[in-house]
């Protein structure tokens, strides 16, 4: 079945073409090329370039977002390693929206296998259809999926470049070019002659692009070592661009107020305090809300919060407890999915000891340190629209729709995100930007956010509750049942986004629970859609976020039930199911130097969830500090298979895990009167740094297929603390968030 | 409004404000350093610190009218007179001291703040004082390392 | 937040003409006061920053042996220069807000504001401190009078604060998670002729000094004393942080922290 892979490489081609002064290299699509987001002219090839090489020098392009993750580094790595330039030499930037920046590997992981045991077979034809992912213009940075994605892809376009240059310095010395070799952005003869790339890159569009084999992982330089990140200089000196930080000729500045009951309307508003600031230029209404556009942000927001607006009712029940009363209705509705249904649930053996658990989790924000923004300047005819986003075309199809112009009219400047975790997939900030700039043509207006606007117009992660019953005979599990109940993000999002209809099982609702690598003989997993019109979306590790806390905290107090080790528990489950998981835990137990036994006054808790392709294992340990409970070391191992950058996955996997335990301790979305109580950090608190716990990471490389670095560190560190808190106090945290239960340290 | 006069990392700035006119929104609206960043608007997650007077404070709560005929001091001006990175955000540099970088200024001007007065603090002292300052993505940890290396002591030690 | 006129006078005299004007408030370093600004909370016309004010910044001995407080100095300057005469004082100013904030915060704006979760009402009122105003002295035990209601006349400044030095003094905080403001906080300060204790944050009434606690620790200082003592839950705030008898409980619990600490 190999040849389903190949097909999918031949899919595309590295191609080249002329640019000004030099050449670009990138792919080019067989079956349809993609359109060319250079706009090339007549007669130039359509080509989707990954690599520039002109008289200043090399350029990278990396139509990933870069949020934090140090996907720009990476992405450039894997350019960089295939055609011998230093990371330090050359310049990455985002590229525009297109749809050869599709991303395959988004599409790939939808499918509804299990993913850790999926076979070769499976694998290439999730492979196959990522190439769907060009057909709807998925150009997202999400998933975790943006190093399986580019892992291929980027080393040939970087190979490519490569021979090509090399040859174009064969013809122009004379020699062969299996005689040269390449070093630091330059080509070199026998006789140490050195040609720098730039010299070459005039000639080298005049030839036909020179295919080359991959190099073969032993010959890496840069790949499967930590490089420094080619954004942090900008970052530490106060240089870099984020999406507030866009300044244009010209420029005003806008804020706004959206009703706080979420999707509901706006009846009137009064705005004649706001109109009699100076330095106030426009009031736009927005149908759902008013945005003022003046001379600065902080005045803007100032004249907003003087509107005085009359608000109608959300299209939902208006406090918690009533949301909480339906989505637990939901859990007996006729399920959406089962997507495990293994042996038989429904008879567990006689004699077995049998527990159930009910289990809930809270709505959440993701609350990026940037708040939402979006800049934009409209002209009548053409639109440019600046901001951090995880999905430029999605942006660029709903600005179009918006202003009335054609896709090619609009222009999507990817900036630096303050943070992304899943909330900069949405489209929202960049609508209503569009909307405002509309009403002052030809001047570029930035939206901000205040950041109580932001948390309370989230897509929030859906609240959930889950009813798990298990079976154990003779100290092992032989029966696993379990009902999850949330809003389905994908459904929402699917309209929201993409104005496709529901259908089908939601595979996101489920993941992290029907997905484990457990070998219980009697297993079954099923889904529960709970129809409400809050709005939801994807959060660091989706459903992953609330499933790996459900299962795992589940798994725990089987593991209880049956008078066993936790950690011995889950390994005997786990050993001949998913090798790389197991290795997960063993080296958690073995960093950590687990005994199942703890000193008075200290819990630790472990807990493992195979989230986007990697298991993650995590051990927390609490310490009763009098009184006080704080979360004082934490190990985690992993395994994505190749590691192609270990600082940066150490640094996803330590921040993964901190952003889950936030929200285990403090994170919670509640609501009162149709609106959102928690408006800012004092209301939603993070971890900060003295309460964040010192961590160890160790990073395994078993994994047969590469999995992500992103999220998969957030799901495992919830159920690790509920599990460790017990350890602690002998009482179960089946609720989120943990603050309301134990005395945490704040 | 009225007409308010500071050196800024050196140099001469003056503006005209509105009583109200906080120093966070000065520094980035009228002088365009938009290096300092808001990111609560409520002395919550430190992202907009700077040093004024050779303190640290959140700009985001301090009126810029306060801050008339003072030295104040932003992330743009940390780097050496040479143009090369000081030892603070060569640290962040070194150790990934950050990951998407917008709570980064806040951060490198409480380590500064730290420093002057406690130049080889514990690893606990730079998790006491960096309290206020937020990282959502959470990179506490490569920021704690990064701030013991800059104080000339021994990473590995910090990270046991 | 409303617009509003700013000045910053240079000398007392002015300071206090400035604030007989019309909707004129005192600003101190705004920690409170500007966030409540923002919230659209309060409306002041002027503006009257005390920061530039010489005589009101600073910490000294007195004559008659008490620590002195400038009414403008910050809780960072508190913190590093009460260290040695009143470590208990100094220890209390180094844990309100987080660094940045204790540059900006003064012992005057926290006192003049009297939130019923700030910590120096109970160092004031758990010493028997004298609030000294630009136009008379006031106890400590006048001065607070119930949740943000202090004794203060319109355009009354605090000058300084002259607390009596304790022979041994502590002060203990349970930090609510959301506001990081005190769930409950205890000042204890044994003195030659008894024991003063004062707890912020649980009560209705803001701070207040519990005497039960005061007689029992007066006749021996430690925490044995305390056994069996207990402040009732009525009257103590409940809200989304803790029930009435939750902090009830928390009173108990942290004035038992601030004896061991101090003795």
């Given amino acids: 079945m190999a040849s389903i892979g190949k097909i999918l490489r031949r899919s595309f081609l590295i191609g080249s073409t002329a640019i000004v002064g030099g050449v670009a290299f990138g792919a080019w699509y067989v079956s349809r090329p993609a359109a060319n987001p250079l706009r090339p002219g007549a007669g130039e090839a359509a080509l989707n370039p990954f690599v520039f090489i002109d008289a200043q020098g090399v350029t990278l392009i990396a139509p990933r977002a870069e949020m934090g993750q140090g996907v720009h580094t990476t992405w450039a790595a894997l350019i960089a390693e295939e055609l011998d330039v230093d990371l330090a030499d050359v310049r990455v930037i985002h590229g525009p929206p297109a749809q050869a920046y599709y991303n395959s590997a988004m599409i790939a992981d939808a499918l509804p296998n299990k993913g850790y045991d999926i076979s070769d077979f499976q694998h290439g034809i999730g492979e196959m259809l990522g190439v769907l992912g060009k057909v709807v213009g998925l150009q997202v940075t999400g998933g975790s999926t943006s190093m399986k994605d580019g892992f291929v892809r980027m080393r040939e376009a970087g190979a490519v470049a490569r021979e090509t240059l090399k040859q174009a310095a064969a013809d122009r010395l004379g020699l062969a070019r299996g005689d040269l070799r390449t070093q630091s952005g330059k080509v070199i003869a026998p006789d140490g002659t050195e040609l720098s790339y730039a010299a070459l890159a005039e000639a080298a569009a005049a030839i036909d692009p020179v295919d080359a084999p991959l190099r073969d992982a032993r010959e890496w330089r840069l790949l499967g070592k930590p490089q420094p990140r080619v954004d942090m200089t900008a970052k530490v000196t106060g240089t870099a661009t984020f999406g507030v930080d866009v300044r244009l000729p010209g420029m005003k500045f806008a804020a706004l107020r959206i009703n706080p009951r979420l999707g509901g309307a706006m009846s009137g508003y009064d705005d004649s305090a706001a109109r009699a600031m100076p330095g106030v230029e426009r009031i736009v209404d927005l149908g759902d809300g008013v945005a003022v556009i003046g001379r600065n942000t902080w005045l803007a927001q100032q004249a907003a919060d003087a509107i005085d607006i009359t608000w109608e009712k959300a299209p939902y029940p208006?406090?918690?407890?009533?949301?909480?009363?339906?989505?637990?209705?939901?859990?007996?509705?006729?399920?959406?999915?089962?997507?495990?249904?293994?042996?038989?649930?429904?008879?567990?053996?006689?004699?077995?000891?049998?527990?159930?658990?009910?289990?809930?989790?809270?709505?959440?924000?993701?609350?990026?340190?940037?708040?939402?923004?979006?800049?934009?300047?409209?002209?009548?005819?053409?639109?440019?629209?600046?901001?951090?986003?995880?999905?430029?075309?999605?942006?660029?199809?709903?600005?179009?729709?918006?202003?009335?112009?054609?896709?090619?009219?609009?222009?999507?400047?990817?900036?630096?995100?303050?943070?992304?975790?899943?909330?900069?997939?949405?489209?929202?900030?960049?609508?209503?930007?569009?909307?405002?700039?509309?009403?002052?043509?030809?001047?570029?207006?930035?939206?901000?956010?205040?950041?109580?606007?932001?948390?309370?117009?989230?897509?929030?992660?859906?609240?959930?509750?889950?009813?798990?019953?298990?079976?154990?005979?003779?100290?092992?599990?032989?029966?696993?049942?379990?009902?999850?109940?949330?809003?389905?993000?994908?459904?929402?999002?699917?309209?929201?986004?993409?104005?496709?209809?529901?259908?089908?099982?939601?595979?996101?609702?489920?993941?992290?629970?029907?997905?484990?690598?457990?070998?219980?003989?009697?297993?079954?997993?099923?889904?529960?859609?709970?129809?409400?019109?809050?709005?939801?979306?994807?959060?660091?590790?989706?459903?992953?976020?609330?499933?790996?806390?459900?299962?795992?905290?589940?798994?725990?107090?089987?593991?209880?039930?049956?008078?066993?080790?936790?950690?011995a528990f889950r390994l005997d489950l786990m050993r001949g199911e998913h090798a790389p998981s197991a290795g997960c835990l063993k080296a958690v137990a073995e960093m950590s130097g687990w005994t199942g036994k703890t000193p008075e006054g200290v819990g630790r808790g472990v807990a493992l969830t195979y989230s986007f392709g990697t298991p993650v294992a995590q051990v927390i340990e609490v310490a009763d500090e009098g009184g006080v409970i704080r979360i004082r070391r934490a190990w985690i191992a992993c395994d994505m298979g190749i590691a192609l950058d270990p600082a940066i996955i150490e640094a996803q996997m330590t921040g993964g895990m901190i952003y889950g335990l936030s929200a285990a301790c403090f994170g919670e979305i509640t609501f009162a009167d149709g609106a959102v109580e928690q408006g800012n950090f004092p209301d939603y608190d993070a971890l900060r740094m003295h309460s964040a716990p010192e961590t160890e990471v160790r990073i395994l490389q078993t994994n047969a297929h590469m999995g992500g670095a992103g999220e998969p560190g957030t799901p495992p560190s919830m159920p690790a603390l509920g599990n460790a808190l017990f350890d602690l106090t002998g009482q179960r945290a089946r609720s989120m968030p943990f603050a309301r239960q134990f005395n945490l340290l704040v | 409004m009225t007409q308010v006069s500071m050196t800024v990392n050196g140099k001469s700035a003056t503006g005209t404000v509105e009583g109200r006119t906080l120093l966070s929104s000065f520094l980035r609206d009228t002088l365009e350093l938009t290096g300092t960043h808001v990111g609560c608007d409520t002395s919550q997650c430190g992202a907009c610190v700077v040093h004024v007077n050779g303190v640290a404070v959140k700009s985001c709560t301090m009126l810029a009218a306060e801050a008339d005929g003072a030295e104040v001091a932003t992330i743009e001006g940390q780097a050496n007179a040479d143009g090369s990175l000081n030892v603070i955000q060569q640290a962040f540099q070194d150790h990934h001291g950050l990951q998407c970088g917008f709570c980064t200024p806040g951060m490198v001007m409480s380590a500064a703040a730290l420093l002057k007065d406690n130049p080889k603090p514990t690893e606990a002292e730079v998790r006491e004082y960096l309290e206020g300052n937020i990282c959502r993505c959470t990179g506490y940890h490569n920021i704690v390392k990064a701030i013991m290396a800059a104080s000339g002591q021994d990473v590995a030690i910090a990270a046991e | 937040m409303y617009n509003f006129e700013f000045v910053k006078p240079a000398t007392l005299a002015d300071a206090v003409a400035a604030l007989s004007g019309e909707d004129a408030q005192a600003l101190g370093g705004g920690q409170t006061l500007i966030p409540t600004l923002k919230q659209r909370l309060n409306q002041p016309g002027t503006l009257v920053s005390l920061l530039s004010i010489p005589e009101m910044v600073g910490v000294c001995k007195t004559d008659d042996g008490a620590l002195s407080v400038g009414g403008a100095t910050t809780h960072a300057t508190v913190s590093a220069e009460a260290a040695v005469d009143f470590p208990g004082l100094a220890g209390l100013a180094s844990h309100i807000g987080d660094p940045a904030v204790r540059n900006r915060g003064t012992i005057g704006g926290s006192l003049a504001n009297n939130d019923p979760a700030a910590c120096y009402p109970a160092a004031a009122l758990g010493t028997g401190a004298t609030i000294v105003t630009n136009a008379r002295e006031i106890a400590a035990d006048d001065y607070f009078q119930g949740m943000f209601a202090t004794a203060l006349e319109e355009g009354e400044v605090i000058t300084e604060v002259r607390f009596p030095v304790p022979e041994v003094s502590n002060y203990q905080k349970f930090v609510q998670p959301a506001s990081r403001f005190a769930?409950?906080?205890?000042?204890?300060?044994?003195?030659?002729?008894?024991?003063?204790?004062?707890?912020?944050?649980?009560?209705?009434?803001?701070?207040?000094?519990?005497?039960?606690?005061?007689?029992?620790?007066?006749?021996?200082?430690?925490?044995?004393?305390?056994?069996?003592?207990?402040?009732?839950?009525?009257?103590?705030?409940?809200?989304l942080h803790g029930t009435p008898a939750y902090r009830a409980h928390l009173v108990a619990v942290m004035t038992r922290r601030a004896v061991a600490a101090a003795a």
């Avoid at chain 1, 900036?415 to 405002?436: I, P, Q, W």
């Avoid at chain 1, 609240?463 to 599990?477: E, L, N, P, Q, Y």
């Fill in chain 3, 183 to 239: 769930l409950v906080g205890v000042f204890v300060a044994k003195y030659a002729d008894g024991v003063r204790v004062a707890v912020t944050g649980a009560s209705e009434e803001g701070v207040f000094r519990w005497s039960e606690a005061e007689a029992a620790l007066s006749a021996i200082f430690s925490v044995d004393a305390l056994a069996g003592l207990s402040v009732p839950a009525d009257g103590m705030i409940g809200d």
């Fill in chain 1, 318 to 567: 208006p406090e918690t407890e009533a949301i909480f009363e339906r989505i637990a209705a939901a859990l007996d509705d006729a399920p959406n999915s089962a997507l495990r249904d293994d042996g038989d649930v429904t008879s567990p053996p006689a004699g077995a000891t049998r527990i159930t658990a009910e289990y809930r989790a809270p709505y959440l924000a993701h609350a990026t340190m940037e708040p939402m923004n979006a800049t934009a300047r409209y002209t009548g005819d053409a639109l440019e629209v600046w901001c951090g986003n995880q999905g430029p075309t999605f942006q660029q199809a709903r600005c179009a729709d918006i202003a009335g112009l054609p896709k090619e009219a609009v222009t999507v400047h990817t900036t630096l995100m303050g943070g992304g975790f899943g909330r900069r997939l949405e489209l929202d900030y960049a609508s209503h930007a569009t909307r405002v700039a509309m009403a002052m043509p030809g001047v570029p207006v930035q939206l901000t956010w205040s950041r109580e606007e932001d948390m309370r117009h989230d897509f929030y992660r859906p609240g959930a509750m889950a009813r798990f019953s298990g079976a154990i005979v003779d100290g092992k599990a032989v029966m696993l049942d379990a009902r999850i109940a949330a809003q389905s993000a994908v459904f929402q999002a699917m309209d929201r986004v993409a104005g496709l209809p529901p259908a089908g099982p939601d595979k996101v609702l489920v993941e992290g629970a029907f997905n484990q690598p457990y070998a219980i003989p009697n297993y079954r997993v099923r889904g529960h859609v709970c129809d409400l019109k809050i709005p939801v979306g994807f959060w660091r590790s989706v459903g992953n976020s609330f499933n790996g806390f459900f299962h795992e905290t589940f798994m725990d107090e089987m593991a209880v039930a049956a008078g066993a080790d936790p950690l």
